[in-house]
T-cell receptor, first 115, second 112 residues
Framework: EPEVTQTPSHQVTQMGQEVILRCVPI?????FYWYRQILGQKVEFLVS????????KSEIFDDQFSVERPDGSNFTLKIRSTKLEDSAMYFC?????????????FGPGTRLTVL | DAKTTQPPSMDCAEGRAANLPCNHS???????VYWYRQIHSQGPQYIIHGLKNNETNEMASLIITEDRKSSTLILPHATLRDTAVYYC?????????????FGTGTRLTIIP
């Protein structure tokens, strides 16, 4: 069964460093998303992406964040200068976009720890 | 999107049916009910969705009341692997491409 994959599974970085989180969505999917979950809190939407541009972003997704689909398979989230409060699980999701169901398939997540 | 209300936690004995309620009294006519679950910090997993008819798939059944103000997710024979946080999400059918808004969900614990 096709699945969303994410790398790395765990990333440790120093405050102020740049990190890139990588995702490979399901191959025929057209809509891509990033969510995050701070330990013990709700899953929060960050950004959605379609047709090589951002469709929607939350207040969390400020100028420190960017997304890119550099090729036909990868979808990345970059945090330019990490802060302690960026420590969280980051989930990538994708959606087929054709059936109108809106079912989103989530990856296993990347645990980001900012020291 | 309509607001949903779920109990914070529930227990269910292994092998029994787990019935998870969700209240969505302000749901409007074009809004679907979706259920996702999250097993111990893994990515959320889609379970089922419905508009007004009852739905069943290999994972669960979804019962929506006639007035659509509440629904119940049924896991017919709960196993230990069903221990997870279950989220009931309401979203307009026209907004199916958009973000999912997760609440705090119901933490279901399956007891051996």
């Amino acid at each position: 069964e096709p699945e969303v994959t994410q790398t790395p599974s765990h990333q440790v970085t120093q405050m102020g460093q740049e990190v890139i989180l990588r995702c490979v969505p399901i191959s025929n999917h057209l809509y891509f998303y990033w969510y995050r979950q701070i330990l013990g809190q709700k899953v929060e939407f960050l950004v959605s992406f379609y047709n090589n541009e951002i469709s929607e972003k939350s207040e969390i997704f400020d100028d420190q964040f960017s997304v890119e689909r550099p090729d036909g398979s990868n979808f990345t989230l970059k945090i330019r200068s990490t802060k302690l409060e960026d420590s969280a699980m980051y989930f990538c999701a994708s959606s087929e976009g054709a059936s109108g169901v809106g079912e989103q398939f989530f990856g296993p997540g990347t645990r980001l720890t900012v020291l | 999107d309509a607001k949903t209300t779920q109990p914070p936690s529930m227990d269910c004995a292994e092998g029994r049916a787990a019935n998870l309620p969700c209240n969505h009294s302000t749901i409007s006519g074009n809004e679907y009910v979706y259920w996702y679950r999250q097993i111990h910090s893994q990515g959320p997993q889609y379970i089922i969705h419905g508009l007004k008819n009852n739905e069943t798939n290999e994972m669960a059944s979804l019962i929506i009341t006639e007035d659509r103000k509440s629904s119940t997710l049924i896991l017919p024979h709960a196993t230990l692997r069903d221990t997870a946080v279950y989220y009931c999400i309401v979203r307009a059918g026209t907004r199916w491409r958009e973000k999912l808004t997760f609440g705090t969900g119901t933490r279901l614990t399956i007891i051996p």
